[in-house]
């Protein structure tokens, strides 16, 4: 005599797959993880390599992903092994409903364990710092994204999707420079005196840590929100060795009585 799981494998598949064909289940792929990070306009310029330390889940060690701390798995007695259940409720007198529901002892595993891994606590997985190095290629976008293959959350269920880095350049540790494409741009403030008269010198550090060399001869006035271009001292462009864009001074005369402070003459861009 068939007994009521046998009739609703028929219907729902049993542990064989649908209709006790025993076809192969696939591994199914896990999410991918996302993650946000910044990297400095210098960096950006110079290249370099980002450091991130990530807290991620990994399968246990210790037990190999079974849970179990003698590596043993035995069949669910309340399931017999199938990973589901038959719930009958009585609705009259001789009316019986039942019904199929996920064993709730194994989860619809089969199977228990017995000795739980002390690492895991019987849950094939734990929470483990990872370490990653991203290189930084001269010249690349203000917001980008580093993919890193099957570095996701891990489990024995599943293939692990990828690690997605979002990075987006950092408002800080800009020198006072910005950029827009593959161009540069700063703004250098003059006394009332340095630019109606000319005369001086001036030396700026670059995002390179090399000197730019700013002056103007005497006599030679500058006014406020006169531009000067610098050739080629813009941002490297990527993949393209020995080009760059163009590096544009913006002079700014403070008159007499007027503050400024260096946020308002470098990082207000």
């Not at 064993?103 to 370490?131: F, H, T």
Request: aromatic share 6%; glycine share 12%; proline share 4%.
């Amino acid at each position: 005599m068939r007994n009521a799981f046998d009739i609703f494998s028929n219907f729902f598949g049993g542990p064989g797959g649908r209709g006790g064909m025993g076809r192969e289940q696939r591994v199914q792929r896990g999410p991918d993880a996302q993650t946000f990070t910044e990297c400095s306009l210098i960096d950006a310029y110079r290249g370099g390599i980002l450091d991130l330390q990530l807290n991620m889940q990994g399968v246990c060690d210790e037990c190999d992903g079974t849970g179990s701390a003698d590596g043993q798995e035995h069949i669910c007695s309340a399931c017999q092994g199938h990973g589901i259940r038959i719930v009958r409720h009585q609705l009259a007198p001789g009316m019986i409903q039942q019904m199929q529901t996920t064993c709730d002892v194994c989860r619809g595993k089969g199977k228990v364990i017995s000795q739980p891994c002390s690492v895991c606590k019987g849950d094939r997985v734990i929470r483990e710092d990872r370490n990653y190095h991203v290189v930084i290629e001269p010249g690349v976008g203000k917001f980008f994204d580093h993919v890193i293959p099957g570095e996701s959350d891990q489990s024995p269920d599943w293939d692990a999707g990828d690690l997605i880095i979002h990075i987006k350049e950092s408002r800080e540790n800009n020198m006072g420079y910005r950029r827009r494409g593959r161009d540069l741009f700063r703004k250098e403030v003059l006394s009332l005196k340095e630019a109606t008269n000319g005369g001086w010198n001036r030396t700026v550090k670059f995002l390179d840590d090399s000197d730019i060399k700013l002056s103007r001869k005497e006599g030679i006035s500058v006014t406020t929100g006169e531009v000067q271009i610098i050739k080629n001292k813009g941002m490297p462009v990527l993949h393209e060795p020995g080009k760059f864009g163009d590096l544009y001074i913006e002079y700014i005369v403070i008159l007499p009585g007027k503050i400024t402070t260096p946020e308002a003459s470098h990082d207000d861009l």
